[in-house]
């Protein structure tokens, strides 16, 4: 079976996620930068919707068609969207997306009207009311698809613009936009002055660690108001630890885990036993940390929230950062497992819309590790960027010896 993956705001990062869960064996077939197509994808596609963050929507490819004329695909469309069960009105959509043919998804997405119009009528032999969902766009939103029970009716048929072809593929499950949002902005503890880290960005860095939840102990030792601690009992990690500096913080953490579990958000439930918070540097975790962990996943302190950087000021605040960093790098080293991994997001800077990294890799080097991979996250008029590194201990591989499900 070939599965499709709809991709978020950040594409590569969305990727690099994608494979860090499904694993080697997953074979590339076509990509670009709004769309993922993969081979022999084993995970059950709505688990894999669930436990991924940076992807909009998954499905099954179902056949290709030479050209790029959207009525090849209209008798395939008819035959499966008549096959939505109930007696229930079948609802039905269409996205167009770009696999290399970008003008093609224009010309695609001009036909829906009437394309959907002749679909409509063919439905009617059903004897069904049928209903057909319209994209403003090239594309329906995953909101869309949801709100109108694409997935559970008629469906959502996406068309695929290749150089040759038109691959017709069907979403089987959808990003849940709500459940998302709740988190993001219904917890109770939120502080926007220190910064928070959204909760898709941690879910991704999270499965860019590479490790398996149900047997694995994941450390955040800059924890904040908890969001990752969060996205890993949502996952349901076998032991989270949390630690930060401010007593603040740890309150807010506890605060928040405790609506997490309030609020039902849990799937499948961790055990509150299992989740603990220290207020400690993170260079002092061996404190109260005896045994190595499988996973270190944080956002570290991303320096004073700016308008706009000028290059003296920056070049201060970039030595008093990589000072902070190397410390706390050789200590976090020295915790993890011999095939662990940590994954950090580190402050990048955006002067004149150029991206300034840190020198990172001498301080990453000097700990004992190796970068396995690195991505940058900005949104639109942030001045303060974040690069996601993934490091693990020099001479091991990022895939070597992890287990994912």
């Known amino acids: ?19 860090s869960v499904v694993g080697l064996n997953s074979k590339i077939l076509l990509e670009s930068s ?7 994808v084993e ?18 490819i179902l056949d290709e068609y030479l050209g790029s004329d959207a009525r090849a695909c209209a008798n395939a469309i008819v035959g499966k969207a008549s096959e939505a069960t109930g007696k229930n009105k079948i609802t039905f959509g269409f996205s167009a997306y770009d696999l290399g043919n970008p003008k093609a998804v224009q010309r695609i997405a001009r036909s829906f009207k009437t394309l959907g119009g002749e679909i409509k009528n063919a439905l ?15 594309a329906l939103t995953s909101v869309v698809v949801e709100t109108n029970g694409l997935c559970e009716s008629g469906g959502e048929f996406c068309m695929f613009a290749t150089s040759t072809s038109i691959i017709l593929g069907r979403t089987s499950t959808v990003q849940d936009f709500k459940a998302w949002s709740d988190r993001d902005f219904g917890r109770p503890a939120r502080d926007s002055r220190s910064g928070m880290l959204p909760p898709k960005l941690a879910r991704m860095m999270i499965n860019l660690s590479l490790t398996d939840p149900s047997s694995s102990i994941i450390l955040d030792p800059f924890c904040g108001s908890g969001t990752i601690p969060m996205e890993a009992a949502l996952m349901g990690f076998k032991h989270i630890i949390g630690s930060d500096i401010s007593e603040k913080a740890i309150k807010d953490s506890n ?13 499948p439930v961790t055990e509150k036993s299992e989740i603990e918070f220290h207020v400690s540097k993170a260079e002092d975790v061996s404190k109260f940390l005896a045994n190595p962990v499988d996973a270190i996943v944080a956002e570290t302190y991303l320096g004073p929230p700016k308008h706009g950087w000028d290059r003296p000021a920056l070049e201060a605040l970039k030595a008093e950062l990589m000072k902070m960093y190397r410390d706390s790098l050789v200590t976090l080293a020295k915790k993890l497992t011999s095939n662990g991994t940590i994954v950090i997001a580190f402050p990048a800077f955006v002067v004149r819309n150029e991206i300034i990294k840190l020198p990172l890799k001498k301080a990453i080097e000097d700990a004992g590790l190796q970068i396995d991979g690195t991505w940058i996250y900005k949104r639109p008029d942030q001045m303060t ?15 070597g010896g992890k287990k994912r499900t």
């Not at 079976?1 to 494979?19: C, N, R, V, W």
């Not at 605060?255 to 799937?267: M, P, R, S, V």
């Open 1 to 19: 079976m070939q599965t499709f993956f709809i991709l978020g705001s950040h594409p590569d990062l969305a990727k690099a996620e994608i494979l």
């Open 43 to 60: 995970m059950p596609l709505e688990d894999l919707q669930n436990r991924l963050g940076g992807t909009i929507k998954i499905g099954v």
């Open 124 to 138: 009617r032999d059903t004897d069904r009311p049928v209903r057909f969902v319209m994209a403003k766009e090239d």
């Open 34 to 40: 709004t769309v993922l197509v993969l081979e022999s």
């Open 255 to 267: 605060t928040n885990t405790d609506w997490l579990y309030a609020q039902k958000f849990l799937h």
């Open 385 to 399: 960027a974040r690069e996601i590194v993934r490091m693990s201990a020099k001479g091991g591989s990022a895939f």
